[in-house]
């Protein structure tokens, strides 16, 4: 008998996804953000859901060619463009576009012998501060771009910060469409955040008449996945987002404990009457945060209730008193859903567990250890 963790990809799930980030972004073409191997759900195992986008855009060339191996045709993106020289290369062979974010990436580009010139993504930091030439040197940058034989057409980018708080967006996007205001070339401007909440697609064009500020090309990542961009703010329900991953386990134990008796290491839980509780097989070796304490929600046969104690390496342990009051018996065996879907039609959003480790869904999805099984439903 396996271990009886599972990670579940749910193909519907992604393609329900996929509609919504369409439907936000009505008059763009989407990049399904397939990154960090598709933010932990496998870049093979979402194929499948996510091949009605218009594009694939990710970040190494590792995950480019497990695009192209999948008979993916279409466009494909390095979010980051190349890290050295030959990288050129594989771009010019398996034909990538790449984001072109510094002075250092022209260079390369200006000695790449090739015969079929490059789609490039001129970053522009309009404020994030990470990659992107500044404001003052961005047309500069596209100009020398465009003066490059090996560069066929210069699409324009950037990236926001604040799309998922008060902030918001506002700040970049003049920023943004003042400096590229009469340059040509698609757009590509918003994350999920920006998609979802200040439908930069659409609206941004209205707010900034005068330039063609509308984003082209929309890039969400983890709406795609099931999990709400702006949590706490909203959930996943609210977007009609659903969970494009389960991680399942079983209970393997039970203990009925005495008051006063505690639980796991560091005995960080103690009972103050009698109650059982069940042990999952699950735990941070498998993904799950060490950091979540007592009081986790976790669903037992579909039924919300919590951990208890310290998460160890392959163990967690869960409270049973819920179900028992129900009049359920729960013991070896019982389903367990850490996050994503449960029995009887209930659901767990990842971004709940996530909060409780003081993180996001996002550390969440990629930190699934490569030795939970995944199977794609
Ligand atoms: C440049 C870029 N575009 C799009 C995304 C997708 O963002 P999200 O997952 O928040 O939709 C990311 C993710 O970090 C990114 O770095």
Redesign the pocket.
Known sequence: MPRPIQATIHTEALHHNLARARSAAPDARV?A?V?ANA?GHGIERVFEGLRGADGF?LLDLDEAQRVRALGWRGPVLL??GVFEQRDLELCSRLDLWH?VHCDEQIDMLATHKTNLPHRVFL?MNSGMN??GFTPGRYRAAWTRLNALPQVDEISL?T?FSD??GALGIAAQMAVFASVTRDLPGER?L??????LRHRVSAESASEHPDTQAASDWV???????GSA?DYPDRCARDWDLQPAMTLASKIIATQDLLTGHSVGYGSSFTAAEPMRIGVVACGYADGYPRVCGTGTPVLVGGVRTRTLGRVSMDMLTVDLTPLDRMGLTAGIGSPVTLWGRGQNGSQLDIDEVARHAGTLG?ELMCALAPRVPSLVA
């Open positions: 990049w953000v990154k933010y855009a979010l980051e984001t970053k990470r990659l980018m990236h799309a998922d590509s918003g994350n999920s955040a920006a998609t890039r969400p990542g983890i709406a795609l996945y961009p996002y």
